[in-house]
T-cell receptor, first 112, second 110 residues
Framework: DAGVTQSPTHLIKTRGQHVTLRCSPI?????VSWYQQVLGQGPQFIFQ???????GRGNFPDRFSARQFPNYSSELNVNALLLGDSALYLC???????????FGPGTRLTVT | GEDVEQSLFLSVREGDSSVINCTYT??????LYWYKQEPGAGLQLLTY?????DMKQDQRLTVLLNKKDKHLSLRIADTQTGDSAIYFC??????????FGTGTRLLVSP
């Protein structure tokens, strides 16, 4: 079975631009969560979606938004990019009420 | 508040046991996790423990939980060079929101 997939793998953007990152959960999983991992730190929670509804939001500005589609895939959007948004963005999937969350390989975003 | 702390670095010799420690602050956390991250990769779930347990063993991995002191540890028996990575502990603070520590870099030398 395929694990969590994310695209693109790498991305370089300029300050002020916007970016869309994509995530496909493990087949059968209905919950997707997004995390930001800045170099040298642990991942920080951004959003969780379950059955297309937002279930949790971390301490991130409104420039960050996300949505989940009927097939349970998800997009993370970041507007007005800042240099500090440079990070590895990780997507995790789970069945919803389960304990285990499985992470994808991440999208490395560089903002110049 | 949410704050998970780990020591930054651990160096061991191949074949020795490694013990990675973690302290957390949210006493309402239901599950606590250990993840492994290799360079340039995502996070691999190693194991987790329910908050009403004090020990869990899974092959070479042993997790100990002291809920009173909010202390979690991961012991890796017979550590191998392939175990070299960054290890993160994390607590589930609700709605599957994970709060991660800063990570412990484990270096295993031959």
């Amino acid at each position: 079975d395929a694990g969590v997939t994310q695209s693109p793998t790498h991305l370089i953007k300029t300050r002020g631009q916007h970016v869309t990152l994509r995530c496909s959960p493990i087949s059968g999983h209905k919950s997707v969560s997004w995390y930001q991992q800045v170099l040298g730190q642990g991942p920080q929670f951004i959003f969780q979606y379950y059955e297309k509804e937002e279930r949790g939001r971390g301490n991130f500005p409104d420039r960050f938004s996300a949505r989940q589609f009927p097939n349970y895939s998800s997009e993370l959007n970041v507007n007005a990019l800042l240099l500090g948004d440079s990070a590895l963005y990780l997507c995790a999937s789970s069945q919803g009420g389960e304990v285990e969350q499985y992470f994808g390989p991440g999208t490395r975003l560089t903002v110049t | 508040g949410e704050d998970v702390e780990q020591s930054l670095f651990l160096s061991v010799r191949e074949g020795d046991s490694s013990v990675i420690n973690c302290t957390y602050t949210d006493s309402s956390s239901t599950y606590l996790y250990w993840y492994k991250q290799e360079p340039g990769a995502g996070l691999q779930l190693l194991t987790y423990i329910f908050s009403n347990m004090d020990m869990k063993q899974d092959q070479r991995l042993t997790v100990l939980l002291n809920k009173k002191d909010k202390h979690l540890s991961l012991r890796i028996a017979d550590t191998q060079t392939g175990d070299s990575a960054i290890y993160f502990c994390a607590e589930n603070t609700g709605f599957q929101k994970l709060v991660f520590g800063t990570g412990t870099r484990l270096l295993v030398s031959p």
